[in-house]
């Protein structure tokens, strides 16, 4: 009976250590967090332009209307919400995504520093010029969005510094074109 029990010294056991075990385990969660890293940015960034179009189609649909309706129309930022609202349609309401915030606006010739802040649309499809910076809160990504009043014509701007140069010239009295 004690041969049943005894191994011989040629047969080799097949298997891993718990070292090598656990060396293939850390090698395997580096991998899958680097990876899961990897697709931070890109979602980031794809949260903040999703906003920014959101941010555009309500600016064309509040000219839109302001021109079929001949008669003003009223955007409300609500910085606080991260909202944007067309004043006296309970209904249409833009809320930014999760994380994505809008940080400062400027209208016209002043930059605005409250939580509410309203944009005139007029029956010409005119407002003031304005631009607001739309960040994620979560990273250190923000971009500009400039619209132009007269015509519409929105663009992105990476740094506050343009956005200051255009509103300088707006105050000298050009065109924001």
Same mark, same amino acid.
């Given at each position: 009976?004690?041969?049943? $029990? ?7 056991? @097949?298997?891993?250590? #718990? #070292? ?18 990897? $697709? ?5 960034? @794809?949260?903040?332009? @999703?906003? =920014? ?8 649909? +509040?000219? /839109?209307?302001?021109?079929? %309706?001949?008669?003003?129309?009223? #955007?409300?930022?609500? =910085? ?15 809320? =930014? ?8 606006? /400027? ?13 005139? /649309? $007029? ?8 631009? =607001? ?7 250190? $990504? ?7 009043? %007269? ?18 010239? +707006? @105050? ?6």
């Amino acid at each position: 009976m004690s041969s049943i $029990f005894r191994r011989s010294s040629s047969a080799k056991v @097949a298997g891993f250590t #718990l #070292l090598e075990l656990i060396v293939v385990l850390a090698l395997m969660s580096f991998l899958t967090t680097s990876v899961a890293l990897s $697709f931070r940015t890109p979602l980031q960034k @794809a949260r903040l332009d @999703a906003a =920014l179009s959101s941010i555009q189609s309500m600016d064309r649909r +509040l000219r /839109y209307t302001a021109i079929h %309706k001949n008669r003003s129309e009223v #955007l409300l930022l609500d =910085l606080g919400l991260s909202e944007l609202r067309i004043v006296g349609s309970a209904q249409v309401a833009v809320r =930014l995504p999760k994380g994505i915030s809008i940080s400062k606006v /400027y209208v016209s010739r002043w930059a605005e520093e409250s939580d509410r802040l309203s944009i005139s /649309y $007029f029956p010409d499809g005119s407002s003031h010029s304005w631009s =607001l910076q739309v960040s994620d809160t979560g990273s250190h $990504f923000s971009r500009w969005l400039l619209v132009s009043g %007269k015509t519409g014509q929105v663009s992105m701007i990476e740094n506050e510094e343009e956005v200051a140069d255009v509103f300088q010239l +707006l @105050a000298k009295g050009y065109d924001a074109n």
